[in-house]
Every structure is written in structure tokens, then in C-alpha cells.
């Protein structure tokens, strides 16, 4: 085989170059129309983009407010992307000329994308960029454009137990009132205990509708637990402990754990959860959206400067910005307009896949979703990295 190879000329492939050059330039530029049971299927359950309006808007408190979204046959969306509880939608805005992305959870029954309707519930994070402009611009009407529906933060029978404890803090309630809604509904078959935590009971989302479903469906069990108030009957005083959660959970069988709230409780929850020996599998994490202030870690490195210089290459163009070392790269990027791609925001789903060709970053512990050849092949996601030196990335076409 070796002999034969040494005859071959390379001036014998220039003619092949040449027809497979010219084949290309005379194929037809549009792509073949697929039509199959599963293509159809795939397509609708995965829409690169879903094109929506504002049917309604519910207000939840000062902060809070649940948009209800339909399809906006206008824009070519004729029907919503089906999905399980627990998953989240990438919405999509151009903020004074510059792309911007933010992932919400859907509130809302799986049941509902059937009758045409997703609900986000959302809550106005002080300084934040995106629930902000979604306050002050979103009303009946307004036309929205969003992913399809995404995350792993869903009930999956082969790995989780039959019986789950879910503990929420604040707005991470809302996958929680879509999966309660989905058992309630027969999508979903577990036992669900909720330990929601909140500040007072002014303060809870969705009282009444939880009180409801609770009432309805045997499989659903909801616990408050109030931080700065005290009340008689089924109330719990403090913060979800382990003490607590055993206090709730079967003594005599398996149990899984899902959580979502701020940053602040999964800090906390976590120290706890450590104490209940539980399985890995067990215990599912909701992603935590933008992590801030990666100066509050235990192992994050001391003596960084406050500012570095970030060099990025998109495609051909190459920018230099400088940024703050409390933000991540993608905060950086986006602030000196700098468009990235992404979804979750958090290092789960892996759209802002970069490589770092020089300099040093640090990764919340919590948001190390890199395999072992990203590590090997320094590659990193800017979402949820923090510069601690000048760095130079290569990062995909925005999407």
C-alpha cells in the first residue's frame, strides 16, 4: 500500500479540483425541501425561532409579572413547540442596537403550548438589562420572538425517584407551577412536595394557584416556608434546612431533589443538601440564569486586578475592549456591543462555546458544565466565565 502511494502525483488531483469546483458552483443554492413524518415532527418540537404576541399581561406584585404569549401567524408561527415542565424559552431583543438574550422558565402547563399559549413569569432584577426593557416595552401586542423550548431541568423516570422534593425561593417557583400543573394534568406521574421559601406571605407568587392544584391533585403537597414572618397551621419559620427537608420527605424510600431560586439560596440549600447523603442523581439543579459577583466564592483566587483587556475574534474581525473582572466575558462583550450567541446563560446548553487562546478565567463550581476535552482543549463559556487576566478568546458566529 505504501509503494502505491509514493506514485501518486498530486498534479493528477488539480483536474479534480477543477470539476468539483465547477459541480458546486452549477447545484441549485436551495436546500432540499424534507418532508417525512419525523422531519415534520422534529420541526415542529424543535423551531430554530418561534414568533409570538403578547395576548395578556398579569401583574404579580411590584416586581413580578406573567406575560401570556400566542403565536403570531403574521410572522409565519402557526402553533407553540411542545415540551415537558421544567423547561425554559431564550428570549430574544434588540436593546439600542444590540442583541441581547435572556432564558425565563415557562410558567405554564405543558397542556397549554397545545391550546397555543406559553406564560413567563418574570421578575424585575434590580440593574438588570433585559427584565427592565421587558417592564417598560412588553404589552398587549408587542411582538416577541423567542427560542424553542430548552434546559434539563424536567422529571425523567429512568433517573429520578418516584417521589420529589422541590424547593423554590422566590421567582424559582415558576418551572415548579408548570410541573405541578402537568401532574395535575396527567403529563407527569410523581409525588410532588413543594417547599417553597419567600419572605412573608405577602410576598408568595402564585398562592392561589397553588392552593388550587393542591386541592385538586392528590400528588401535589405545598409547604411554605417563611423567612421574616411567623404563622400558625401549615407555615414552616426560617430556611429550608435538612432538618426541614427530612421532615417532609419519605423516611423509608428513595427521593429526588429539584431546586431553583436566587444564587444566595443555592449556597445555603447546598451546604444542607451535602448533610443528607443522597445520591448525585437525586439532586437536580435548575441553571442559575447570570451568576454575579464571583468575588463571594470560597476558592476564588485573591490578588486580581479590577480591570483586564479582553481580545476577541469573531469570524475575520478581531475587537479589544477593556472589562471588569467582577463581570463575565459575555457581560463584557455585550456591553462594548459585541454581539455572542446564547441561551441559558449559565454554562448548561453550551451555544457561546468558545476557546481561550491565552490568559486565565475562573468558573463558579456551580456552573462547570465543561467536558474533560473542553478542559484539555481550553475551551471555555463566556456566559459564565470571569477574566482574571488579560484574555484572548475565538468565539462561533452569533446566532
Known amino acids: 500500500m505504501s509503494s502505491k502511494l509514493k506514485t501518486l502525483k498530486a498534479r493528477k488531483f488539480v483536474s479534480l479540483l477543477k470539476n468539483r469546483q465547477a459541480t458546486f458552483k452549477a447545484a441549485k443554492s436551495d436546500l432540499p425541501q424534507i418532508n417525512d413524518q419525523a422531519t415534520v415532527i422534529a420541526r415542529a418540537l424543535h423551531p430554530k425561532r418561534q414568533y409570538l404576541t403578547v395576548e395578556s399581561v398579569t401583574e404579580r406584585g411590584e416586581d413580578c409579572k406573567s406575560y401570556t404569549l400566542i403565536p403570531d401567524k403574521d410572522r409565519g408561527t402557526d402553533s407553540l413547540a411542545y415540551f415537558s415542565a421544567g423547561k425554559y424559552l431564550t428570549v430574544f431583543e434588540n436593546i439600542e442596537g444590540m442583541p441581547v438574550t435572556r432564558a425565563y422558565s415557562i410558567s405554564s402547563s405543558p397542556k397549554d403550548s397545545l391550546n397555543g399559549k406559553y406564560v413567563l413569569t ?82 408568595i407568587l402564585f398562592y392561589d394557584e397553588l392552593k388550587e392544584l393542591e386541592s385538586k391533585c392528590s400528588k401535589v403537597k405545598v409547604i411554605h416556608v417563611l423567612s421574616d414572618e411567623e404563622k400558625e397551621g401549615q407555615w414552616e419559620k426560617g430556611f429550608i434546612t435538612a432538618e426541614l427537608i427530612k421532615k417532609y420527605a419519605p423516611s423509608d424510600e428513595a427521593y429526588s431533589i429539584f431546586l431553583c431560586g436566587p444564587q444566595q439560596m443555592y449556597s445555603f440549600v447546598d451546604k444542607e443538601l451535602e448533610k443528607l447523603q443522597l445520591p448525585k442523581k437525586y439532586i437536580r439543579h435548575e441553571m442559575f440564569g ?101 484574555i484572548e478568546i475565538s468565539v462561533p458566529v452569533a446566532k
Open 122 to 203: 418574570i421578575k424585575l432584577v434590580e440593574g438588570g438589562l433585559m427584565s427592565r426593557y421587558i417592564f417598560d416595552t412588553w404589552k398587549k401586542g408587542t411582538k416577541v420572538e423567542v427560542s424553542a423550548p430548552s434546559g434539563n431541568f424536567e422529571y425523567q423516570p429512568l433517573r429520578d425517584a418516584e417521589k420529589v422534593i422541590c424547593i423554590a425561593g422566590g421567582s424559582g417557583i415558576t418551572p415548579f407551577i408548570s410541573m405541578a400543573n402537568a401532574v395535575a394534568d396527567g403529563d407527569e406521574d410523581f409525588e410532588m412536595t413543594l417547599l417553597y421559601g419567600s419572605r412573608t406571605s405577602e410576598s
Open 290 to 390: 447570570e451568576f454575579h459577583n464571583p468575588t463571594s466564592q470560597d476558592d476564588y483566587p485573591e490578588n486580581i486586578p479590577e480591570k483586564v483587556k479582553i481580545t476577541v475574534t469573531i469570524q475575520d474581525s478581531t475587537y479589544t475592549v477593556e472589562g471588569l473582572t467582577n463581570d463575565s466575558v459575555m457581560q463584557t462583550l455585550e456591553k462594548n456591543k459585541i454581539a455572542v450567541p446564547a441561551r441559558c446563560r449559565s454554562g448548561e446548553c453550551g451555544f457561546c462555546h468558545s476557546h481561550l487562546l491565552s490568559g486565565k478565567v475562573y468558573v463558579p463550581k456551580a456552573l462547570e458544565y465543561r467536558r474533560m476535552a473542553d478542559h484539555k482543549f481550553g475551551c471555555i463559556h463566556p456566559c459564565c466565565s470571569f477574566p482574571l487576566t488579560d
